[in-house]
């Protein structure tokens, strides 16, 4: 078998890698920017303390655990629900957790005059957050978020133990029919990286479109400069 | 008329007392400058003009009404009011014409081109309409503080309080900013402003109140509170300034 018909079989599953990683992704990023706004703008002790333990609680809980808690668990409950949601509330909402402490340290990063200048014009607390924190906190986030979207890259795997025919499920049935294993495993290494460049590029673009003169990695071009 | 008159205001953080009872009166169209060593409680007073800070005690009447306690409308208060902070405060995200359109068309509900319009008027008075497309990351000292003014003068304010505007620009760039307080001065903008800079106090203003201690202690002619006058801490503070290059 050549290495490039090994290729074209395992990219089969690239569909499902990335359908794996978006959803997961868009999940983690709805639940950190969630978390980390309602912490900001109603940061009464009780919500506080509920949030940081949220995030703390699903931090430390390894993600195939949560999965198998989720897939296998919830239909003892009555609950069924697909391979693919699965992975949004376990993966994703794991991917939430690390994101809502990016978001907090980037919302620190803000600087503290300018929310003062935007009350003392009367803009309320929400205004504020939606057209001074937020804009500037997701320019900030940035490096965090390409971390973060990279683990929920890597961890995609594990949606292949629930069913899903991505690329490491593809690799595994073909290593099973064929046992050239190393290279299919070299093959599905060359697939992540390939995918892991896509995202790369994407988040790269997005960046760029949103570039400000002073902030984030242009900010620090200029001074280099 | 009086536009702010403050009575017996107090201010305490935790054990510190940074206000003791502050009397003061701010007429309309009037430039009021407020002097005194650093702690004094000079930006802390601003501040509770507007209720960034919250006073403990005393009475604020602006235009004849109350102004502290549970019952005000504090946001309404607050557009009433424009500030100007030391650091600039321009929101580095948006450009100089957003910068000054943002809270026209959030809070006076004003569409985007008429927002730009008012913008773009006010910029020009202040110079800055060149520089409507840039970034604060590109603008000089002086220029942040122009776009900070054209900002404040947008929203239409009653009064414009101005937190030690000068600190963060060398001379000739403060010199610029007195320029543009004596111009606004001429046109009936009223004015409250808190330095610790004589040239800039001399500069835009003949009376000056003094704050010591979180107690106005003189209300003078700056000439006067400049030549040994009898309280110590304000002959301090003058030598002190004379001094420093």
Known sequence: MRFSETLLQLSSGVGYTALVTVTCCATALAVGLFTAAIRRVFPLPGIVRVIDLFTFVFRSVPVLVLLFLVYFGLPEAGIRISPLVAMMCSLGIIAGAYLCEVFRGALDAVDATEIMAAQAMGLSRRQVFVHIELPQMLRFSVPGMVNEFTNVLKYSPFAYTVGIPEITKQALALSAATLHGVEIYLATGILYFLVYRLLLVGVRQLEHRFQVPGIGAAHLQEQSI | ?245
């Open chain 2, 1 to 245: 008329m009086a536009l702010f008159e403050i009575r017996s205001l107090r201010k305490q953080f935790n054990d510190h007392q940074v206000l003791k009872g502050v009397d003061l009166d701010v007429m309309e169209g009037e430039v009021k400058v407020v002097m005194g060593p650093s702690g004094c409680g000079k930006s802390t007073l601003l501040r509770c003009l507007n209720r960034l800070v919250e006073p403990c005690a005393g009475s604020i009447r602006f235009r004849g009404e109350e102004v502290t306690g549970s019952g005000v409308n504090v946001r309404a208060l607050r557009q009433q009011i424009g500030f100007l902070f030391q650091q600039f405060a321009l929101y580095r995200h948006l450009t100089v014409l957003d910068n000054t359109t943002l809270a026209l068309r959030k809070l006076k509900g004003m569409k985007k081109q008429d927002a730009a319009e008012r913008a773009l008027h006010e910029l020009d008075r202040l110079d800055m309409a060149g520089h409507a497309h840039k970034h604060p990351a590109h603008l000089s000292g002086g220029q942040k503080q122009r776009v900070a003014l054209a900002r404040a003068l947008a929203m239409d304010p009653a009064v414009i309080l101005l937190d030690e505007p000068t600190s963060a620009l060398d001379p000739v760039m403060a010199r610029e900013v007195a320029q543009l307080i004596r111009k606004l001065h001429s046109e009936r903008v009223t004015m409250l402003c808190v330095t610790h800079d004589v040239e800039f106090a001399s500069a835009i203003a003949e009376r000056v109140t003094f704050l010591n201690q979180g107690l106005v202690q003189a209300e003078e002619r700056l000439c006067v509170l400049q030549n040994n006058h009898e309280h110590p801490a304000i002959r301090e503070f003058f030598m002190t300034e004379k001094r420093t290059p």
